[in-house]
């Protein structure tokens, strides 16, 4: 059989459309099918609560899939398909983890850390701080540590907001309220690195 003849792949994409970190790395994804396709899609519009289809009835080949839920994580490894994931946790990526042995697309969030700190030196900023994200999202972790670390090299300290620790006060509501507090408590101006699925905001 020739690779003419071949039926083209046919991938599972659990990204979300809600945000927009997802809406543009699925751009890309069909970018690339368009240049080296044709592929299939299966695509659920929704947040990061994906559904897997079911891939032997539809015929898929492969995964691409942030993997959220552990439910979603047992739903992947039992296709035994291949499966690209999107920024694994430091849970997902330990040493024994099935989910470890998975190819994974991540940004360089370390050197995106360090490019947000030079654009605010060079506005002449010279107070800092910086929100990350829930969980131990090692592309969040990793920005703050870029950012942090390129301003003590330039003499400035960074501080971090600190997390909300109580289930309560990580409802939204209270949680913008407690931002705003710490933002009031400080000194202007302010250069701030907002790292989130869908917001940075120098």
């Not at 994409?13 to 899609?41: D, I, K």
């Not at 409802?171 to 917001?199: F, K, M, T, V």
């Amino acid at each position: 059989m020739s690779p003419a003849d071949c039926p083209p792949p046919k991938v599972a994409l659990l990204v979300e459309t809600s945000l927009g970190y997802g809406r543009r790395f699925l751009r890309g994804v069909v970018r690339y099918a368009r240049l080296h396709g044709p592929w299939g899609f299966y695509i659920n519009p929704s947040d990061l609560r994906q559904l897997l289809p079911r891939m032997e009835e539809w015929g898929g080949t492969g995964i691409i899939a942030r993997i959220e839920t552990r439910e979603v994580e047992k739903a992947v490894l039992a296709t035994g398909l291949p499966t690209i994931a999107l920024d694994l946790t430091n849970r997902q990526l330990a040493p024994g983890s099935p989910l470890a042995k998975l190819s994974e697309v991540r940004p360089d969030s370390l050197a995106a850390g360090t490019l947000a700190a030079e654009h605010l030196l060079d506005r002449g900023f010279k107070h800092f701080a910086f929100v990350g994200s829930w969980g131990d999202f090692p592309w969040s972790i990793d920005r703050g540590a870029g950012f942090a670390s390129r301003l003590a090299a330039a003499g400035h300290a960074c501080e971090p907001f600190p997390m909300p620790r109580r289930p309560a006060d990580r409802q939204w509501g209270r949680e913008q309220r407690i931002l705003a507090a710490w933002l009031r408590s400080l000194p202007r101006p302010l250069g701030l690195l907002a790292s989130d699925d869908d917001r940075e905001i120098g």
